[in-house]
């Protein structure tokens, strides 16, 4: 989950892409090249010029996790910890009203194994002590007290989500105005 507004940026840089690619090729064409011929320019030109979204995305959460509070160096997480990881639910934290939109991008293994790493090594003391005081799970009710204790706590935690926002929000595409 990224912020929508995020999730505008990445597409509207798609488009942009889209309709540079298009140009370039028609440029190409008029340039006395066959269509043929400007299609494999252009898609030589791509991975430069118009790097994928995936690629784009991983370049900022590489850089967000080269920065001190996050680079680690961690141990590597042990099967169970991996497994506890992988399984689906979100990890506790107050809602902060805020639009959000999903989005896939295959990274790196090597990426996602260093982001997840980060993700647990530093969010393990705060949910250790979550855990400890009984402020996570299913179907809990808590009191006002409780939920204020349990989202101290959780602002501590670093998810992979929140870091993947962070680092498009530093690293990612801006807008024209910015």
């Not at 002590?129 to 670093?158: F, H, I, N, P, S």
Request: glycine content about 6%; hydrophobic content about 40%.
């Amino acid at each position: 989950m990224i912020y929508a507004y995020q999730a505008g940026r990445l597409d509207l840089l798609k488009k942009q892409q889209a309709l540079e690619e298009k140009a370039t090729q028609n440029a190409l064409v008029n340039q006395g090249n066959t269509r043929k011929q400007a299609r494999i320019i252009v898609a030589r030109m791509r991975p430069t010029e118009w790097p994928s979204l995936e690629t784009i995305v991983a370049q900022a959460v590489e850089q967000r996790l080269d920065e001190p509070d996050l680079a680690g160096p961690w141990e590597p997480l042990t099967v169970a910890e991996a497994e506890q990881l992988a399984l689906s639910g979100r990890w506790p934290g107050a809602s902060l009203g805020i639009s959000m939109a999903q989005r896939n991008y295959s990274l790196p293994t090597a990426l996602v194994k260093r982001l997840r790493t980060a993700a647990w090594r530093v969010s393990e003391a705060p949910m250790r002590e979550l855990e400890a005081r009984g402020l996570v799970g299913a179907g809990l009710v808590l009191t006002e007290g409780q939920k204020r204790e349990r989202d101290e706590l959780a602002e501590r935690l670093c998810p992979v989500p929140r870091i993947v926002r962070e680092a498009l929000a530093r690293y990612g595409p801006a807008t024209a105005d910015e």
